[in-house]
Structures are given as C-alpha cells and as structure tokens.
C-alpha cells in the first residue's frame, strides 16, 4: 500500500482533494441488473466523491459501474458504486453515488473476478 500526502486535483473543472493510495481492485461494469464487463485493477487515488483507477483498459465514459476495493485494514472491503466521468489511457475516474465499508467475504470479490 502507498500513501502519501494529501494533494489536489482538477478534474472535470473541480478542484478536489484527492489522496494517492495504490490498492488492489475488482470492477463490473453494469446496465441494470446485467453485467456486461469485469476486470481488476488498482487505485490511483481516492476523494470522497470520485475515485481514480488503473487497469488493463479504460472503461467507456458514462459508463455504471460498481468497485470492490481491497481495504487494507482488519479485511474490509470497500464497496462503490458510480459512474465514469473521465478516460485517459490506463486510468478511469469514477463519480462515486453511493459507497459501502464492510468486512470483506469470499463472495464480496470472488463476484466480480473476472
């Protein structure tokens, strides 16, 4: 796990405070109650209402997604749901809507392994 200070970013015309943290992720893009893509990836930094991740590929803008981030305290698992607002290369910028911190179970990852 990385973490460093805290610092700010400008994303979609915002400023936002944003903190660098590197952990390991699983993703599931959805449309209703279909799922239509999964993969894993990693964060690039986390604010209360927009997350930064890597991964293998970028997810269309617009797209509904949910996250299921490996929380490195006491086996938690944070869990997002939100929206893509932004996509540059390898990295994807979610509008968080709604999130959950929770003990992690199998069935919290192992539903949205790729």
Same mark, same amino acid.
């Given at each position: 796990m ?12 915002? %400023? %936002? ?16 109650k ?25 997810? =269309?803008?617009?797209?509904? %997604? ?27 910028? %979610? ?7 929770? =003990? ?11």
């Amino acid at each position: 796990m990385l973490l460093e200070a805290c610092c700010c970013i400008r994303v979609l015309d915002k %400023v %936002v405070r944003s903190f660098p943290i590197k952990l390991h992720l699983h993703y599931e893009m959805t449309a209703g109650k279909e799922n239509l893509h999964r993969g894993e990836g990693w964060t690039v930094s986390l604010a209360s209402r927009e997350i930064v991740f890597e991964a293998d590929e970028t997810l =269309p803008v617009g797209s509904l %997604v949910r996250l299921s981030i490996d929380w490195p305290a006491r086996q938690l698992t944070l869990d997002v749901r939100g929206k893509t607002v932004e996509a540059h290369g390898q990295h994807t910028t %979610v509008e968080v809507s709604r999130h959950t911190l929770g =003990p992690s179970t199998p069935s919290t990852n192992s539903a949205l392994q790729p």
